[in-house]
């Protein structure tokens, strides 16, 4: 495997210069979909004011990647070594295929030694997904990847509960594949599928896609994890307390909610062959030291 050394970091030093006890990486890129680009986590508006929390806003969205990406560099920085240079090129609605065109070899310019790479949650949603063929497609990614000396952090999927459980057997397969091809590849794992409180619906904002910030707070827990490294918060994966059922009549309600406000919207899109990532552009397009300044948000 032909390795490509990354591009020292502004201060002139390399991740092999960091001391034992910081973590050893020093570009961390995020890509992927709408899950790597945090929502719903959002960072208040440019103005100041909160942004309202698991629920769509126009607000920029922060999410685990954002949050790993603060864990990792504020560990470097305690141990004297240079903050943590990272970006995002994460975009809501984008498929795997989009992912490998789009993001892989922007990444890979930017010369990471860290490469988060979440996706196929699009995919699997849609009926006609070929589970083997995405593992394929995720597989040569992954090898593309490591094959200039970047470690990979990958990511299995949820075990969806309620409206969306009908997908666990192919996020299943697709789990089985994902530890498959890091095992062969020397990649690291995100378990999402393991992790209890998501299996919660106070974790899930109001689309039940997408998490609330809580949920990307454990998760980004669970990525350092995935990376050999100790959690910020030990509780990470206790399930919360259980709520007392709710009532038929009012679980019904809120699923007739639920399908108006998110259902119908994502299969008329489905129907104009459109995305919610359409004209978009990544948010953190360039590696810069983490986190940045509150302007910069």
Do not use: C
């Not at 039940?208 to 959690?231: F, K, M, N, Q, S």
Request: glycine share 10%; hydrophobic share 40%.
């Amino acid at each position: 495997m032909t390795t490509q050394a990354p591009t020292p970091t502004p201060d002139g030093t390399t991740p092999g210069d960091a001391p034992a006890s910081a973590p050893p990486w020093a570009r961390y890129v995020a890509i992927g979909d709408s899950f790597s680009e945090g929502l719903w986590d959002p960072y208040p508006f440019d103005d100041g004011t909160p942004a309202p929390a698991g629920t769509e806003s126009d607000a920029k969205q922060r999410g685990w990647a954002d949050r790993l990406a603060g864990a990792l560099s504020e560990r470097r920085t305690a141990a004297g070594a240079p903050a943590l240079e990272y970006a995002n090129l994460a975009i809501r609605g984008r498929l795997l295929r989009h992912i490998l065109d789009e993001q892989v070899d922007v990444a890979l310019a930017m010369q990471p030694d860290l490469v988060s790479f979440v996706g196929g949650g699009n995919d699997i949603l849609r009926p006609q997904a070929d589970i083997d063929v995405l593992s394929a497609r995720l597989e040569q990614g992954v090898a593309k990847i490591r094959a200039t000396g970047a470690e990979v952090l990958l990511g299995t999927g949820f075990k969806a509960g309620a409206g969306l459980s009908w997908t666990r057997g192919r996020v299943g397969q697709f789990n089985a594949n994902i530890w498959t091809i890091a095992r062969k590849h020397g990649a690291h794992v995100l378990d999402l599928w393991g992790l209890d409180p998501l299996f919660d619906l106070r974790m899930w904002a109001d689309d039940r896609i997408h998490l609330t910030p809580e949920g990307h707070r454990r998760v980004a827990d669970a990525g350092l994890v995935g990376l050999g490294l100790e959690p910020d918060d030990a509780d990470y994966a206790v399930a919360l307390d259980p709520l007392p059922p709710a009532a038929f009549v009012e679980r019904a309600r809120a699923n007739a909610q639920w399908a108006r406000t998110h259902v119908v919207p994502w299969v008329q899109r489905r129907i104009k062959h459109t995305s919610s990532g359409d004209g978009r552009a990544p948010k953190w397009g360039e590696p810069a030291a983490w986190p940045p300044a509150e302007d910069a948000r």
